[in-house]
């Protein structure tokens, strides 16, 4: 039974989410056959990478040139530009505007900047810059399980006035469930009437593509996903599986499938995402994966009831809030 | 946020389902491990195996003793029993009526009868027996996916007059989305007015736990599960995720986590089951997962691009069916 899903346009994150997994250490081919893949089977944007400013991150030498995107770069990359659109994301306090040439100069089409709750303001200052250059605008609102209402309620009025022209909501520690979801696409359909929604999943639960598919169907448009799940900690909706499910005839899996077998496949043999039990554990407490990442990074890292005494023993669960 | 689940049960697979990846290769310590695990996490039920006849199965020789329970092996197995009580699978003409003791003499509460459409009449036949002797009874209808509605609505009449406890919906191939689940509930609770529900899922579109969910919320009240999901192909909805997830206080997820710790990881090391492209594949074509079970046994084990071409190659899928 195809659900009344047609409304909806798929934004694969496999470049910059799973560049979270594998410090953007992708080679040229990689994209390139990724792009093509996405654009053969009709997905409507990839988040090609992170376009912060090197000189307001630490660490930046070492990353691939996914997370600091160069237009001039993109142009060699992409040298034939198909219906697929690009896109990038920034961080508030990460980005340096004046790398942002306008867009009848860049490659990028879709611009998303994500925030946590208190820097929803800033956000929009950054969009509205962004929106004037010409570009399509998401705000991503980050760890929305740890918002409370009224916090929610003011950066809703900031957004009703503003131009974004798309609100993500963002599960950051996978620790929804579908009732959740449809709870919040409500909460956000009542107050922002004048907004498209997206949403971004996360996997802990094994519940990204259900969540997903709770919230197309309740009319959120923008649906984030990466080719075989890649994506921090437990990984993302899968686009396969969103591609062979949402009720548009102009979607084809088999070069998702193609790119799984030739690319994601090995690849997943040398890196780490998914279900895997710490992140589960994590994502049943609301909380970020970061902890239970240093697990996976240590010899522990199958210790997963020690590890789970200690995010639950109350004095520690307290030092950590 | 929790949902209106307290009336629900969980129905432990692990080595029942489970035993169809490993030929029920479970060491006697294993299965007592599990049996503590499951008991202190409160799980209600664990079907501990199959109680088909040797006599009535090929290959029977080389399987291990789940697959064919015996009274006077299972009363050392389980030397203590505690509150979880034991289940067993039979299936329609495998099983030796003759092997089945009353209730009052056996280890055994439950035993559930697996069967096809066109043998619900068998099944209930066999059902009325076990009945009888005492036991908790199941009916679990298999592939549901491939049943037309005028099969199904002949098979409640007869299931409406029989004396079965509890009617299963049963996910076979992994291909139901939440909203096939939520119709599929409506009609078997619209159609068994008089009758318990139960629900198995399989995990091929990440959708096991999920629909569960769905069905659970319902008014569902078995649920089958299995811990880290091991299962045939791409397992089952995981008994971790939903010991966490159920509104119900008595269900503790720790000794799960130790079972996981402990078994479940070493075993997956050597064993395969879950989210695994071709198991998708046939999930998605809503099919039996056995080519992809061949396939994965096969030199050819990750070529999904000619797996998915062969299954969809109109004059193949024509001759597969």
Redesign the interface.
């Known amino acids: ?1 195809k ?1 009344k899903t047609s409304h909806c346009k798929i934004v694969d994150c496999t470049v910059r989410d799973g560049g979270l997994v594998n410090n953007w250490d992708f080679s040229i081919e990689f994209v390139q056959y990724l792009y093509n893949s996405l654009n053969e089977a009709g997905v409507d944007y990839m988040e090609i990478g992170y376009k912060n400013s090197p000189k307001l991150l630490k660490g930046a030498d070492s990353a691939g040139p996914w997370r600091f995107l160069n237009d001039e770069f993109l142009r060699k990359v992409i040298p034939n530009k198909g219906n697929t659109k690009l896109s990038a994301l920034v961080d508030v306090g990460r980005v340096d505007e004046a790398d942002v040439l306008p867009r009848s100069e860049s490659m990028l089409d879709l611009i998303r900047v994500a925030c946590y709750i208190q820097d929803v303001d800033k956000a929009l200052e950054l969009i509205r810059m962004f929106h004037e250059r010409g570009y399509e605008t998401t705000l991503n609102i980050m760890a929305l399980s740890n918002v409370m209402e009224n916090q929610l309620l003011e950066a809703f009025a900031l957004i009703r006035e503003s131009v974004v022209d798309v609100v993500y909501i963002v599960d950051s520690y996978g620790s929804l ?4 979801m449809s ?1 919040l696409v409500d909460k956000f359909k009542e107050h922002l009437p004048n907004k498209r929604l997206g949403v971004h999943t996360h ?1 802990n ?7 997903t ?2 919230a197309a ?1 309740k009319g959120v448009e923008l649906l984030d996903a990466s080719v075989y799940g890649m994506g921090r900690a437990a990984g993302n909706c ?1 686009t ?2 969103l591609v ?2 949402l009720s548009n005839t102009k979607y084809s ?2 070069p998702v ?2 790119m ?2 030739k690319y994601m ?1 090995p690849l997943r043999e040398k890196e780490e995402w ?2 895997i ?1 710490p992140y ?2 994590t994502g ?1 407490l609301d909380e970020h994966p970061r902890s239970a990442m240093a697990l996976r990074d240590s010899e522990d890292k ?4 020690d590890f ?2 200690r995010l639950t023993t109350p004095e520690v669960a307290h030092a950590r809030k």
Request: hydrophobic share 45%.
């Open positions: 039974m659900s469930k579908p009732n959740d709870y996997n639960m094994q519940l990204a593509f259900a969540n598919l709770v169907e899968n396969e599986l062979t499910s899996v088999r499938l193609d799984i077998e496949i998914g279900y039990i589960m554990i049943m199958d210790k997963a009831v789970y005494d």
